[in-house]
């Protein structure tokens, strides 16, 4: 499995953004997939995630009022809306992707996930 992001860049505070994830090389019908995110000098941290079998979601708590995780079944791509951006969310966006174990995608154990793609740098300026 293969993983792209894009869409990253520098918005204002108070923008949105969307993030997209392109998957190649995927065969199962169901896998998990998330969204990871580092900031200068912080640990990996789960932001929200998503059973492609299904389309059922789980956010982090500290931001689910303002992301959203989607997918495109047909074009094998996973995306991330965020709105009113806020400067704590500067940090380098992962898309990760691991097989589904029967049960909930973990948005906050990274190393569920057995792919990664090289990340999409989000920069909100106040």
């Known amino acids: 499995v293969q993983l792209t992001e894009s869409g990253g860049g520098s918005v204002q505070a108070g923008g949105s953004l969307r993030l997209s994830c392109a998957a190649s090389?995927?065969?199962?019908?169901?896998?998990?997939m998330a969204w990871f995110r580092q900031a200068p000098g912080k640990g990996r941290e789960g932001v929200a995630s998503?059973?492609?079998?299904?389309?059922?979601?789980w956010y982090n708590e500290r931001v689910k009022d303002r992301f959203t995780i989607s997918q495109d079944k047909a074009q094998n791509t996973m995306s991330l809306h965020i709105n009113s951006l806020e400067p704590e969310d500067t940090a380098v966006y992962y898309c990760?992707?691991?097989?589904?174990?029967?049960?909930?995608?973990?948005?906050?154990?990274?190393?569920?996930?057995?792919?990664w793609g090289q990340g999409t740098q989000v920069t909100v300026s106040s």
């Open positions: 990760a992707a691991g097989a589904w174990d029967g049960s909930y995608c973990s948005v906050a154990i990274a190393r569920t996930y057995s792919y």
């Open positions: 090389g995927v065969t199962s019908s169901t896998m998990c």
């Open positions: 998503i059973r492609t079998g299904d389309g059922r979601t």
